[in-house]
């Protein structure tokens, strides 16, 4: 089993940047990748970036390639930094793990962390 923490939330100004993290505890396999979705009010859940494990492999959704980064730093956390944030940004931010694809689908992910608000001030 695998438990998931995100953390770093909070009230960012337009154009702003923040850092989200996620840190996992349980066994984590070099194989793993890291997503990170959002959802705000009324939305269904949004893929945001993930990341492999092993190879660092990266994937954007179009939305927020060349503003967000997805990282990692040892075994157990991965990062989420966002930069130029727009109103449009405002979610609560998920991060999850699963063991086969570098995907979008969130129903291909198997361990859900329980979320961090991101809240853009204009």
């Known amino acids: 089993q695998m438990q998931l923490v995100e953390s770093g939330g909070g009230s960012v100004q337009a154009g702003g940047s923040l850092r989200l993290s996620c840190e996992a505890s349980?066994?984590?396999?070099?194989?793993?990748?890291t997503g990170w979705f959002r959802q705000s009010p009324g939305k269904e859940r949004e893929f945001v970036a993930a990341i492999r494990r092993g190879s660092r492999l990266t994937y954007y959704a179009d939305s927020v390639k060349g503003r967000f980064t997805v990282s990692m730093g040892n075994s157990k956390n991965t990062y989420l930094q966002m930069t130029n944030v727009q109103p449009v940004d405002a979610a609560v931010y998920y991060c999850?793990?699963?063991?086969?694809?570098?995907?979008?689908?969130?129903?291909?992910?198997?361990?859900w962390g329980q979320g961090t608000q991101v809240t853009i001030s204009s």
């Open positions: 349980g066994r984590t396999l070099s194989s793993d990748i």
């Open positions: 999850a793990v699963n063991r086969l694809d570098l995907t979008y689908n969130p129903k291909e992910y198997d361990f």
